[in-house]
């Protein structure tokens, strides 16, 4: 059976939690963070787990121990099999191991993690790219293109980035790479400590082994519904006496609007995404030529990418 092609997907909080949405997930949803600083963390908890992007090297240090002996049998892993489905396969990897009252994993993912848990991370992987479901899933994130590329003209050097995850498992600190032959264990958590904690420091490491001028990295939580936890917070409150005009309830009535709306925005991102723009961009040049605009906006445009450069240039002197 064919797996099918994948596409490459954005690393963006509002693609993720869509894309757990579409799996059939609920309570959970994804945030970007900025810093592993502990304020970062302080309204999001609980965390169920961190996605991190960076750019793959073959030569970077890796810390931990990658377990293949069978003693991390109890942790679903599944590798990597097919190019670009690092995404989706990260998010399985978190939620297929996630034991939470907040979190439902729904009939996709709880028929597969059922189905494939003896089955050896090989095997796992290629469960996973052969469920119609979750390809679909996956490949209705693909941006639109504007015009086919010829692939031949990519070279060896291209950067490459690649997805993986953190997360608990029975009070130790787990990595799951699909592309190693097993979880990686960094290390017990403390009886009395916070995982991410021992995540920090190792996620920390791992950047600082790239030159100093590289940025692109990302990093995101799996946190709870924060809709459904402010509700929750609020029936709280009210047994506990407040009304709706206490400073507390309107505190969380504000995040949740707040919340709303950046699931709105997200929501209407997504779309976008997905437009194809190119009818409308030919038809806008269609009528800027008829209407004999066109040469002249071409001819601006030039001389500004021209005075742009040299700008650049002058900078760059300086």
Not at 18 to 36: A, D, H, N, P, Y
Not at 109 to 121: H, K, Q
């Amino acid at each position: 059976m064919s797996a099918g092609d994948w596409c490459l997907i954005e690393s963006d909080p509002g693609v993720f939690s869509e894309l757990i949405k579409k799996f059939g997930v609920t309570g959970i949803q994804v945030e970007e963070l900025w810093s592993l600083d502990e304020e970062n963390f302080t309204n999001l908890r609980p965390v169920h787990g961190l996605i991190f992007l960076f750019k793959w090297k073959t030569d970077v240090h890796r810390d931990g121990k990658v377990v293949t002996d069978g003693s991390a049998d109890h942790i679903y892993f599944a590798k990597q099999v097919i190019n670009n489905a690092c995404a989706s396969q990260a998010i399985i990897n978190i939620l297929a191991n996630v034991e939470h009252k907040d979190v439902s994993l729904g009939s996709t993912l709880t028929e597969l993690r059922d189905f494939t848990m003896s089955f050896d991370p090989q095997m796992k992987g290629l469960s996973i790219s052969n469920s119609e479901n979750i390809r679909e899933v996956h490949n209705s994130f693909s941006r639109q293109q504007l015009f086919e590329l010829d692939e031949k003209s990519s070279k060896p050097d291209d950067d490459v980035f690649h997805f993986v995850g953190y997360l608990p498992v029975n009070g130790r600190l787990y990595e799951l790479d699909g592309l190693q032959e097993g979880p990686i264990d960094h290390g017990a958590i403390p009886e009395k400590g916070d995982w991410l904690s021992v995540a920090k420091p190792v996620i920390e490491q791992r950047i600082g082994r790239y030159a100093a001028d590289e940025i692109h990295f990302n990093l995101m939580a799996l946190v709870s519904d924060r809709l459904v936890q402010a509700e929750r917070k609020i029936e709280l409150l009210k047994q506990a006496g407040m009304d709706e005009s206490s400073e507390e309830v309107k505190d969380l009535r504000d995040s949740i609007k707040t919340e709303k709306m950046k699931r709105e925005k997200s929501k209407v991102e997504n779309v976008r995404r997905r437009h194809n723009y190119l009818p409308f961009i030919v038809e806008l040049l269609k009528t800027l030529a008829s209407q004999g605009k066109l040469v002249d906006l071409v001819s601006e445009a030039k001389d500004k990418t021209v005075e742009r450069q040299k700008a650049k240039k002058r900078k760059v002197a300086v």
